[in-house]
């Protein structure tokens, strides 16, 4: 099993900044790659961006140039910085995490881009 916990959320005028975290503890030696997704209300979740343990990355289209996903490996702990937020990037961000056969979910945590 994999616990998954994240912070940094909160409520940021568009334009600004936020820093998600995701600290994953228990059997994380069978994780092989990482990622954050978000679900705006009504609509689906979506996939932001992934990290691999080799450290290959990708990006949703929609925030790219603008989000960076990084990962500590001694802290066990994912990031998502993400700058020159907008106001459709409002959803509650929930952090990823896939085992060999099965994958993890954190609680989310919620972003709210005023405009």
């Not at 500590?72 to 910085?81: A, H, K, P």
């Not at 907008?86 to 995490?97: G, I, L, Q, R, S």
Request: glycine share 14%; proline share 3%; with cysteine.
């Amino acid at each position: 099993q994999v616990q998954l916990v994240e912070s940094g959320g909160g409520l940021v005028q568009a334009g600004g900044s936020l820093r998600l975290s995701c600290a994953a503890s228990g059997s994380i030696f069978s994780i092989n790659a990482m990622g954050w997704y978000r679900q705006a209300p009504g609509k689906q979740r979506e996939l932001v961006a992934h990290i691999t343990n080799g450290g290959s990355t990708n990006y949703a289209t929609s925030v790219k140039g603008r989000f960076t996903i990084s990962r500590d490996n001694v802290e066990n702990t994912v990031y998502l910085q993400m700058n020159s937020l907008k106001p459709e990037d409002t959803a509650v961000y929930y952090c990823h995490a896939n085992g060999p056969a099965v994958g993890y979910w954190g609680q989310g945590t919620q972003v709210t881009v005023s405009s």
